[in-house]
């Protein structure tokens, strides 16, 4: 997906639309699901992409008009565990080991810097949990 050139804030509500729009094509591109609410806790300004990625593992994206850090994406993925396996991880050694919680392996942030970064970035991260790259799989049980 081309990313140049795609000055939009989330202080804008057209931009906002059309982040949105991004954010979900990448989504549909990789194969990855995701749902979409506007006026997200109640704030009309705000709308959010619930990502479901494979094995649990998600992450809520809001695109706030009222933000007071206005286009820096905080993305914190963590693992749904209900009806999921509780066993898989991510893997530090692909996310980094400063993004990764190391204590139980189920969580990970990343910081974007603007909207193209932050595209690149879920780009990247769609990829790795598509091919596996992103996960460490428990080891197989040999008792």
């Known amino acids: 997906m081309k990313t140049q050139n795609l000055e939009l804030s989330e202080k804008r509500k057209k931009d906002r639309a059309q982040m949105v729009w ?9 194969r990855i699901e995701y749902e979409v609410e506007d006026g997200w806790l109640g704030n ?36 749904d565990s209900r009806g999921h396996d509780n066993e898989i991880r991510l893997d530090p050694d692909y996310w980094g080991r400063d993004h990764v919680n190391l204590c139980h392996g189920r969580k990970a942030t990343d910081v974007c810097h603007g909207f193209e970064q932050l595209l690149y970035c879920l780009g990247l991260r769609f990829k790795a949990i598509n091919n596996g790259k992103a996960y460490l799989h428990p080891e197989p049980c040999t008792s």
């Open 44 to 79: 009309p300004r705000c709308t959010v992409v619930h990502i479901r990625a494979p094995h649990g593992l998600a992450l809520s994206l809001d695109f706030d008009g009222a933000s007071i850090q206005p286009d820096t994406f905080v993305l914190s993925w963590h693992f």
């Open 22 to 30: 991004h954010v979900t094509a990448l989504c549909d591109e990789h």
